[in-house]
């Protein structure tokens, strides 16, 4: 185990009866909010109007940014940034998933610099002063809202990088799992997805002494493996919300992490694929995660890969090598269980761009992407040509 | 599961080449140090130079409490407070385990009100200001490092009673796993008992709908029991120490028990004993936790049990009675094969005084203990003597 440091301060504030309190929880950093969201699902599903009336309720003035789109681009920033400043916020209030709180973020940390977010984005140091964030979360998916980590899309640049600033953690974060209950099917599966991808990023690596934080993230992987297909039929079932919401947060706060120094393989992989097709993250994710690992099964890794097998999905198999391939064979059928789909072909990707993606993964990673195997460009391009 | 707030702000500092940052996380919050600990171990083991090595090469002025007991007493924070107030520090580090921490946080609460630590004991609401507390860890077991809670003896008084209050959270906890390697094996068997019994005491419940809680909880039961019996012939594994160490931690800090509502059982039977008798702590939670299991173990709770005993101990029996009789079982083996004195009269435990200690343990819980199931003064005999 290495030395690390483990300093996630964010207040949660969970369950369906606590948003009275937000108004309380605001005050305690600012008067004059940037009400962040989406494309008005808020709005009919009446969270805008709780939140809303919240403000109002303690006197709360806020000015709004709106119609953030999933893989938030930097130009909403750009936008959010001019109404901030113009209206002098001092804090701001992300209500949304990963994209409306990713994008805040950003706001967050650019809000005191004379630069184009952008910049900030490439390189999170300049961040020195930031705007305190609250979260109301209304999807289970990418744990932004406990973690310093935010992910931005340049259409332009075709770039779709991650930053991370303890400066933008948020200071509170509300989670209600009912505000889940109208997140559409496909949504709530992509959601799955991401955050099992995130616990399987954490846990594969190579003989690190982490046994207590790998046994955490099997907990992790069965509570999703228990309760995905549970929501698939019962979207309104407030324990598989709630367990799906919490399990959500804690797959990538740092815990599961905590002592390890595994990177991470799929999510550059899959970075890829969204900067240049705009396609669902989550979906993305469990497409590329059954290939990776096959691509990953040596003599080295088949021990790991084993006990994912026997520990996550129960496989009885004593034999390494023929548990792991039952491991990757259950994990992928899970995926198509649940509805994913499970090709690139299907979710619009081109196959003549696979080797441009492919080239521009390993370079964003700075030449290879080192994690549970080490991958070079022609081992992510055999990945995306069998996840084809 | 029910609504709650996770809010545990403890700066974690792991590893074992971490304590140069001491100075300057000290300096965050003061320049005038109680240092507190306990019999004297740490000059033994180079502890104290270490740490006094620290405060002096950062220019840190500090003041002494030594020698505070196993069961810390309430004689002890009155000395602290005396010391404290007349040297006018503004921090106090905490060098040691539960005990020294758990005074010092007395000291913490206590310092800016004008009357008897033992009152704050009985009523932490009193607490509105506190002075900042460091910890530098010694022994995994209480977990105190990370969470709001303090227990204290009153030796006249014979009370062993516990408070609660988020001003005496420590601000931050170095956790060297090094630091643990001289700890003698009983104490670090009581250790591995406590925080096994931490786990047990926030898992058994019956359908709190916290799964993903569970899960966590029994990944923490296996960690323990993978490690306990390595570190007894191994004790400067540092794998093992590290594992430990960081489980300790995440046992009670408010995760797994997060959305439960279920009331320990086990503790409150325990502290009579040791207010009674001055054993160790850890050790009688070991010796209780089997007999409270076979108390409780009745047609409702057979499935939670074997449960138990299927995820934690592997038992392959499908019926969940016999499985649940194998759990308790196996834990009772656990307990024995680490070396456990595994009865109340092995451990100095008078006949005599079992059934006042029952009838205290529930007067003092306000008439019965409310747990996995509610235990009123004749159960709690009952099971002081099936211990004994």
Redesign the interface.
Known sequence: ???????V?T????????LSELGKEIKKYGKKVLLCYGGGSIKKNGIYDDITGELKKDGIEYVELSGIEPNPRVDSAREGLKIARENKVDFILAVGGGSVVDLAKLISGAYYLDVDPWQVVLDSSKIEKALPIGVVLTIAATGTEMDPFSVITNLETKEKLSFASDLVLPVFSFMN?KYTFTVPEKHTVAGVCDIMSHTMENYFSLGD?????N??S???L??CI??GPILKKDPKN??AR??IM??ST?AING?LD??KSTSWSVHPMEHELSAFFDITHGTGLAILTPRWLEHCLDEERQETIGNFARNVFDVKEEDDLKAAKEGIKKLYEFFENLGVPMSLRQVGIEEDKLKEMADLAVEHAGGKIKGFKTLYGEDVYQIYKASF
């Not at 207040?11 to 606590?18: A, S, T």
């Not at 002494?209 to 934080?213: E, L, N, P, R």
């Open positions: 185990m290495k030395d690390f440091v483990f300093n301060d207040k949660i504030i969970f369950g369906e009866n606590q799992p002494g982490c046994y207590f934080q046994k955490l099997e907990g992790l069965k509570t228990k309760y407030y324990e709630a367990n919490w399990a804690w815990l905590s002592g």
